[in-house]
């Protein structure tokens, strides 16, 4: 199914996929979106939604299942508090990418914002990932509490940082794997940069092969790496604050 979404305003638009979506329309193709907030929020089971042009905020927010394909930018709060399903962006990506997700995937293809991950966490068994394959600012992984990110940092001038400061402050669970190095004064208090172990080394494989797929890219290119990971060195990092 095809929706116009040329000077629809989101209320309408999202009424409209919510119709499609109880009449049991499986896939729904968006053209001419731009700047249409919530699209695909709270929606749940086997869909798949193609959208053509820039989405507004809280893209997927709430999402339990979907697989979006945006072609085009994402706005800041794609996949905000998300429990499952996928989202690939075949662009940059804005900020609070994945706030407090506790399950599936979202790709961005080239950069990403600040505070990406924040708050991100797993939940029983699901583990949720978010990988960029350009760069991020400040603050990724801010107060992470499960799940991965990686930070391929690819076609970008090798001078600069892959990562902006504060990367992981008041991260408590979770890892960070970022391609390149990162200098000691970027990384918040609570986390550090440990070797890779053999179980890393699958993590990575397994979720950039799958990456590189999904964005027709060479996956063996990008695993030579090399690759360094952050995790945090407590899992109470404010547990001195508290008075018992």
Known sequence: MKI???GVY???LNQRIRHAVSDGVKEIVLDHVNGQRYIADGLSGDLRIVIHGTPGNDLGAFMDGPTLHVFGNGQD????TMNSGKILVHG???????YAMRGGKIFILEEVGYRVGIHMKAYQDMHPVIIAGGTARDFLGEYMAGGVIIILGLDGDPKDPI?????????HAGTIYIR?????????????????????DQILETYVKEFAHDFSLDAGKILKGPFCKLMPYTHRPYGKLYAY
């Not at 709060?77 to 905000?80: D, P, S, T």
């Not at 990562?163 to 991260?171: A, E, L, R």
Request: charged share 25%; net charge negative.
């Open 4 to 6: 116009d979404s040329k």
């Open 180 to 200: 390149g190095k990162v200098a000691e004064y970027q990384l918040g208090k609570e986390v550090k940069s440990f070797p890779l172990n053999e179980t890393d």
């Open 92 to 98: 940059h990506g804005g900020d609070i990418i994945g």
């Open 77 to 80: 709060g794609i996949g905000n």
């Open 163 to 171: 990562v902006g400061n504060s990367c992981g402050t008041g991260m």
């Open 10 to 12: 989101f209320p309408e």
